[in-house]
Every structure is written in C-alpha cells, then in structure tokens.
C-alpha cells in the first residue's frame, strides 16, 4: 500500500509545478494584455471627456447669448 501513495507523491511532485508554472504565465499574459488596451484606450478617453466638457460650454455660451 505504501508503493501506492508514493506514486501519487512524486506525480504530484512533477505535475503541480507544470499547473504553477502555466497558471503564473497566464496571468502574466493576462496583466500584459490588459495594461495593452488601458493604455491604448486612454487618449480616446481623454478626447472624448475633452469634447463633453467643450459641448457643456458651448450649450451654457449659448444660453448666456440667448437670454
């Protein structure tokens, strides 16, 4: 019975690094993709802010001139 549980001993002991190992690289892929299109969105939504704030303006202009 022993030859048994140490069979599963030293298969755990090559299989959990091989799962370690793959789960640290995905999330590594992960990150590295995520911080991709945070940074790649970022103008755009800088822009689009910009031309809100610019759209608020002009329509309060307009009332100014209006009245």
Request: net charge negative; aromatic share 12%.
């Amino acid at each position: 019975m022993k030859k048994w549980r140490a069979s599963y001993t030293v298969e755990a002991s090559f299989l959990m690094p091989l799962v370690i190992g793959t789960m640290a690289l995905a999330m590594k892929i992960g990150i590295a993709s995520f911080e991709e299109v945070r940074d790649g969105k970022e103008p755009e939504r800088t822009a689009q802010l910009w031309e809100v704030k610019e759209f608020y303006h002009y329509q309060s202009l307009k009332e100014v001139i209006h009245d």
